[in-house]
T-cell receptor, first 116, second 112 residues
Framework: EPEVTQTPSHQVTQMGQEVILRCVPISNHLYFYWYRQILGQKVEFLVSFYNNEISEKSEIFDDQFSVERPDGSNFTLKIRSTKLEDSAMYFC??????????????FGEGSRLTVL | KNQVEQSPQSLIILEGKNCTLQCNYTVSPFSNLRWYKQDTGRGPVSLTIMTFSENTKSNGRYTATLDADTKQSSLHITASQLSDSASYICVVSAKGNNRLAFGKGNQVVVIP
């Protein structure tokens, strides 16, 4: 069964360092998303991406964050200068139809980021 | 204020028993409501998606209901199994955007 894959599964970094989280969405999907979940809290939307550009972003997604689709398969989230409060599980998700049309949303297993 | 509220926050049930989880939302205009199962440390997995016109939808032992007038949904788990131990997240989508509003989840623990 097709799945969304994420790497790394866990990354530990020093405050102020840059991290790149990688995602391979399901191959024929067109809509890509990043979410984060701080330990014990609800899942929060970060950004949605369609047709090689950001379609929507939340208040959390400030200048510290960026997303890219460097090739036909990878979708990356870059955090430029990590802060302690960036420690969270980051989920990539993809959809074939988009969420406006009740499209199914498939999540990856997440990348746990720990900022020291 | 969170637009999706779930109750109970957590519950413990005996294997084989049924349970019902509640979700109230204020998201408007409403598009659809989803229930996800999230195992600890894993990504959410979709159980059901319901639109305004759907009152009930089943996926195996999981049955979701939706009352769009009162803005309430429930997820019923029948004959619970140990593998049902997880967080069950109610997620609501508004018309016209790609954002999903997530609840905090119902933490279910099934014990033998």
């Amino acid at each position: 069964e097709p799945e969304v894959t994420q790497t790394p599964s866990h990354q530990v970094t020093q405050m102020g360092q840059e991290v790149i989280l990688r995602c391979v969405p399901i191959s024929n999907h067109l809509y890509f998303y990043w979410y984060r979940q701080i330990l014990g809290q609800k899942v929060e939307f970060l950004v949605s991406f369609y047709n090689n550009e950001i379609s929507e972003k939340s208040e959390i997604f400030d200048d510290q964050f960026s997303v890219e689709r460097p090739d036909g398969s990878n979708f990356t989230l870059k955090i430029r200068s990590t802060k302690l409060e960036d420690s969270a599980m980051y989920f990539c998700a993809s959809s074939g139809q988009g969420l406006k049309n009740t499209g199914e949303l498939f999540f990856g297993e997440g990348s746990r980021l720990t900022v020291l | 204020k969170n637009q999706v509220e779930q109750s109970p926050q957590s519950l413990i049930i005996l294997e084989g028993k049924n349970c019902t989880l509640q979700c109230n939302y204020t998201v408007s205009p409403f598009s659809n409501l989803r229930w996800y199962k999230q195992d600890t440390g894993r990504g959410p997995v979709s159980l059901t998606i319901m639109t305004f016109s759907e009152n009930t939808k089943s996926n195996g032992r999981y049955t979701a209901t939706l009352d769009a007038d009162t803005k309430q949904s429930s997820l019923h788990i029948t004959a619970s199994q140990l593998s049902d131990s997880a967080s069950y997240i109610c997620v609501v989508s508004a018309k016209g955007n790609n954002r999903l509003a997530f609840g905090k989840g119902n933490q279910v623990v099934v014990i033998p």
